[in-house]
């Protein structure tokens, strides 16, 4: 399924609630930013986020509970700052390369 929404140059997770969840989680919709501008990136975190909301409502159901935007929002907020914060992708020679020029300039050699 496709849970990605983009308005402007920004993506969103949005999803609507599955009927067999509605009765612990009642906002019908659920619509939050990924924070990227990047497609691929997006489709990447919504695929993962739709697991973690799916495991969050099995557990709501499982437990008896019902919706916590708090719990809520820690779900969301791991993902979205993880992914943030990555190492962008670099093959593993160049990190190298770049760590042996680093050090041959401290130690004056070349």
Not at 37 to 59: C, H
Not at 92 to 97: L, N, V, W
Request: glycine residues 4%; hydrophobic residues 35%.
């Amino acid at each position: 399924m496709n849970y990605l929404l983009k308005k402007e140059d920004r993506f969103y997770f949005n999803s609507r609630v599955p009927a067999i969840f509605c009765a612990h989680d009642t906002r019908g919709v659920v619509r939050f930013a990924l924070n990227t501008d990047s497609k691929k990136e997006a489709a990447r975190l919504a695929f993962i986020k739709n697991e973690q909301i799916e495991t969050y409502w099995k557990k709501l159901v499982k437990e008896g509970k019902k919706y916590c935007d708090k719990e809520f929002n820690v779900i969301i907020n791991d993902i979205i700052l993880s992914s943030s914060e990555k190492e962008p992708d670099v093959p593993i020679a160049s990190k190298s390369q770049n760590r042996s020029r680093a050090s041959s300039k401290k130690t004056g050699g070349g």
